[in-house]
């Protein structure tokens, strides 16, 4: 099959992660060298609405300072978007609507970077430019903090976020620690329904300084379980670290963060932490002194330690996306293999978009141990090699330097 | 004067900063350059409860490895403590035991660091030994990410502190403006009593992406002008960063944060926080999409995102109290007085311990915009220099390595 020569059209979407941007360096980058086939790179603004409301970016020369800062910019440098496209069979106006800005555009290459939702509407546009007679090759570029795509054996962004908790997570601990009166911190963790994240912060213990227990949403939560090994724990050690899932739930598959009745000073509802409910449980029904952390967004726009490997995977699944339309691929998502644990190599291959669409990737039994409450070394070897390496950041004045495109 | 000779006791105490470690490093490696005076170094584990308990660690060259970490090491390597010593005159049984723990070791130079409750504590001790014929010179050194200490121009610990608060603040800004449609992002800033901190969110404005509000406890806080202010700003931007101290309080003095009958899903009282407090009032009044961002012992633990100038100073202090003791200086705390802003250079002094104990330094009103939601140009020229370089943390395997003693 011969290649085709047009333009190429990237946008992101979904959650942000601390190396989105740099597989939009990868694109670009990769796209530039072969200006034979690929003439013009437009990127959407905010994913897909940018493509449906004309808003795009032309990248050119005079972006060339910003592009390099991709490399080190977390959030979605182009703006992200959660929009969830309808079945083309049931309506097709958006799909009109995007087939006449590629036609209006020449585009003759598509990559959507994204989750689980996104590789969705990656593999729905795909169906339908399928079904009519305009040649586009459409891939899909993994990312999401979470690690829950299937297929791949890891996604762009995890890496990252892994290595901000384990690393932040020592020390919170040896914060901790600096006291002689013991303590139980509670930290929580993003990834509500996959425990990686979760499971990351394991890897602080290499460091001499991580948690003691460890709640992964793959498991149904006790609070009396977690009582009595907190419990046991702090009576051993008169200190306790625990790293919770956001996304824990009973054996009802009840939420334990979900509101129930909580008020504030101004009489409002309030969505409470899971951590700091888990917190005032041990002060009031334990009591021991407490205190819950939450990480929130910082643990996905933590540019300032991103993992270097997670970053150069993160250009690697960018620059196979082009290189996967320029050799005709189609309707596929970028996936990394691992070829080997020890030296850690990989590869890039592709996969059915739709399969990897509608799958979510959780934490096997294998790596968590048969309490329930930690992993096993199999994690260990698995998670390790994606947070090695620092990618120097750009500072200016003590302040880091982020790409700003219009 | 001739110059004593003896050992030397060292301790930390209060909260931990990410770089009152380096101060022990400066107190060590100065002391080791003087060992014609001082014999052997003793750093007493959890402050002053190590010295009252005989549990002391006697530094040696088989700790060289952690001694050089400590460069790099948050929390308190050494233990830390709150232990409020009690007026001699009243009770002097600490004092004795203090003494006899002195003449055990032949203690000739006794350094304490931390904020202004461990100056207290150091000024009652040089108060009580110049009532005895012991010979012993004392200092204090200082020590708090709340840059809240007098007569110094500011503290080691509140430029790391700040260079985190505002890389941090610039990261989950950008993270917020990948979605097109708008939101409201509240971050609580440590800080109960002065603002310093809580300012230094202004210097992510450098870098395009601070905040829109800054509100400090220096000024009383009203949630009626906190909505209209919000308001406005969200009107113009459809986005809107908040900075807030934890606290801040209303014009009665009450924290915005204390708790009011708060109940969790287990049925127990919950202490809030006031970011949570204010994005629940945004999102139930103004009908505005908002979140809370509560960066908690992050921001006073994070090594790896140390200011390279307020590590230097970190060490600088140490070394500027030991060179004190040996000059027969007593009774005093070490300063850091600003020379110049530009290029920027700083002399350690001395100043007497007991009015350096008692006074809290609040942001003065000329670094406060006068709508009292941000700072001036004052302040970011004043806090600007502390940030300054990056201190290349110590990574084995992708994870920080800190200084383990014992």
Chains 1, 2 share one sequence.
Not at 110 to 123: E, I, V, W
């Amino acid at each position: 099959m011969k290649k085709l020569v047009g333009n190429l059209m990237y946008g992101q979407s979904g959650g942000p992660t601390a190396v989105i941007n740099a597989s939009a360096y990868g694109v670009i980058s990769e796209a530039r060298k072969n200006s034979e086939y690929i003439k013009e790179i437009y990127v959407m603004k905010h994913g897909i609405e940018g493509a449906l409301n004309d808003d795009l970016i032309k990248i050119s020369e005079k972006d060339n300072d910003n592009i390099e800062l991709l490399k080190y910019t977390p959030g979605s440098a182009f703006g992200s978007v959660r929009h969830k496209l309808p079945d083309y069979k049931e309506d097709d106006s958006k799909y009109v609507r995007l087939l006449y800005m590629f036609k209006k555009y020449n585009i003759r290459y598509f990559l959507y970077n994204g989750g689980n939702d996104s590789m969705d509407t990656c593999a729905k546009i795909a169906d339908y430019m399928n079904t009519i007679d305009y040649d586009v090759r459409i891939i899909g570029i993994p990312k999401t903090i979470d690690n829950d795509l299937p297929f791949t054996d890891h996604t762009p962004g995890f890496g990252s976020a892994a290595k901000f908790i384990a690393n932040t997570i020592m020390e919170v601990n040896y914060d901790m620690l600096a006291y002689p009166n013991g303590k139980v911190t509670i930290v929580e963790i993003m990834g509500r329904h996959a425990g990686w994240l979760t499971a990351s912060s394991a890897l602080a213990n290499l460091g001499g300084f991580g948690p003691d227990l460890i709640y992964l949403p793959e498991i149904p939560f006790s609070i009396e379980k977690f009582k009595n090994e907190v419990k046991e724990v702090y009576n051993a050690k008169k200190q306790c670290m625990v790293a919770v899932s956001e996304g824990v739930m009973n054996e009802d598959g009840v939420f334990i963060s979900s509101s129930s009745g909580m008020k504030d000073a101004f009489g409002h509802f309030q969505l409470g932490g899971v951590a700091s409910k888990l917190a005032s449980t041990v002060a009031n029904d334990l009591g021991i002194s407490s205190r819950s952390v939450e990480f929130g967004s910082t643990q996905r726009a933590a540019a300032h330690l991103q993992s270097l490997t997670d970053v150069n995977e993160a250009i690697g699944v960018g620059e196979a996306a082009v290189q996967g339309v320029l050799n005709n691929k189609n309707d596929v998502m970028v996936i990394i293999k691992r070829i080997s644990d020890n030296p850690y190599q990989i590869e890039y291959h592709y996969h059915g978009l739709r399969e990897c669409a509608n799958v979510e990737k959780k934490v096997p039994k294998s790596m968590i141990n048969k309490e329930g409450n930690g992993v096993t070394q199999a994690f260990i070897d698995y998670a390790l090699p994606l947070i090695q390496g620092e990618n120097g950041n750009v500072f200016e004045n003590g302040i880091q330097k982020f790409a700003k495109f219009k």
